[in-house]
């Protein structure tokens, strides 16, 4: 016969177990979050809000310094989550084709009529907005205001379904840049950027644009296939990768020198090699540290670290980064971000290159999941070139 005591002592080990497995489960819910993959993210100056865009339309901004997150709105366009630079404001917009610029405080600071968006951007001033649609044109302004930057024909076809036309601006609102399937090599004297009665566009490679004139500065040619491309926070480099491996960057002061990024495996192509050597396709890899398992230079995006001084590099198909330094053609390292959750990298979701976002003033990395409504965030150290990741929520 059991004792009233040991009764006791077994109905207080099955509320203790039940409470420890109820805490357990509670822990996992609040690690997931109910939502469809991240379309497009941004990342405060700070680095410590995130705010990202769903595939279910849903708009979440994460506290990476609280580890949580809210849901503010079910009715989010799926490219708009963005951060203004410099502030603590967001832009974003419903699926009304309303956009609002807001604090992560809830203070509206703008809110205005639109087209739907496929990508935009504002200046820390809230000045200059700039804004794509779905069929690559671009535009300046918005309201009264409103007028066609680039409306020169539809995109390249079918070779670039699926790739949205990117957009960045640097920090001084000196450029800004464009960047999403072609190779034209005709000059810009040549054709103009507002004629929409040709058949394709010739700015729909990487562009650089004066921000002020809304006017193109050069066509960075080069890249063969789609491409991501951004500019350096400070306006001095372009940098762009494409999902054929070629990596290019460039100085905004000199526009028409290009200079090729180093294959992790085979090198620098160098152009100008002579045919006599026997072998045209003739490459520099003097300087290239070992490629570790995993890593791909077929590229998804690139964006920019630490300031204007590092860049990262993210294959498709890979859970590898690369970190290069600005105006060299060599990687420094390579990261790894992990192999689960998998991350947007994979699968070749190049209209989800607008989900990862950096803070290059914070060193913040965001990226979201593969499948899920998931992110993972890395903290970059500049002086030890680390990349660990901080948080995780599948």
Do not use: C
């Not at 992990?338 to 290159?353: A, I």
């Amino acid at each position: 016969m059991v004792s009233t005591k040991h009764k006791k002592m077994y109905w207080i080990g099955t509320i203790f177990g039940a409470f420890i497995i109820f805490s357990i489960l509670l822990n996992f819910v609040l690690q997931r979050v109910w939502a469809a993959p991240i379309m497009s993210m941004g990342v405060s100056e700070s680095g410590r809000y995130i705010i990202s865009a769903h595939r279910n339309n849903n708009l979440i901004l994460w506290d990476l310094h609280e580890k949580k997150w809210s849901t503010l709105s079910s009715k989010a366009n799926l490219y708009s989550a963005n951060f203004v630079p410099g502030t603590t404001a967001f832009l974003w917009q419903d699926t009304d084709n309303v956009v609002t610029v807001q604090t992560t405080d809830g203070e509206v600071l703008r809110q205005f009529k639109h087209f739907p968006t496929y990508g935009h951007v504002i200046s820390s001033d809230l000045k200059t907005y700039l804004s794509a649609d779905e069929n690559w044109n671009v535009f300046s302004g918005y309201g009264d205001t409103k007028h066609p930057v680039l409306n020169d024909g539809v995109v390249p076809g079918f070779i670039s379904a699926g790739k949205l036309l990117n957009l960045s601006m640097d920090r001084n609102i000196t450029f800004f840049l464009t960047a999403g399937f072609d190779d034209d090599h005709s000059a810009i004297s040549k054709s103009s950027p507002l004629n929409n009665s040709q058949r394709f566009s010739k700015y729909g490679g990487v562009t650089l644009w004066d921000a002020e004139t809304k006017q193109p500065v050069a066509k960075l040619r080069g890249n063969s296939s789609k491409t991501h491309a951004t500019i350096s926070p400070d306006g001095q480099w372009v940098v762009s990768a494409d999902e054929a491996g070629i990596g290019l960057f460039w100085n905004t002061s000199q526009p028409k020198i290009r200079h090729r990024l180093a294959s992790y495996y085979g090198g620098i192509y160098l152009d100008d090699s002579p045919y006599e050597t026997g072998d045209p396709r003739n490459w520099d890899n003097s300087e290239l540290i070992k490629a570790p398992p995993g890593l791909n230079d077929f590229t998804i995006a690139v964006a920019f670290i630490h300031n204007s001084e590092y860049y990262l590099r993210f294959g498709n198909n890979s859970h590898m980064a690369a970190l290069f330094k600005t105006g060299s053609p060599w990687p420094v390292k390579y990261f790894d971000l992990g192999e689960s959750p998998k991350l947007v990298t994979y699968g070749s979701q190049y209209s989800r290159n607008t989900a990862i976002a950096t803070s290059p003033e914070a060193g913040i990395l965001a990226m979201g999941h593969q499948s899920g409504g998931g992110i993972s965030v890395y903290q970059f150290d500049p002086d030890e070139l680390a990349l660990e990741r901080v948080w995780v929520v599948e």
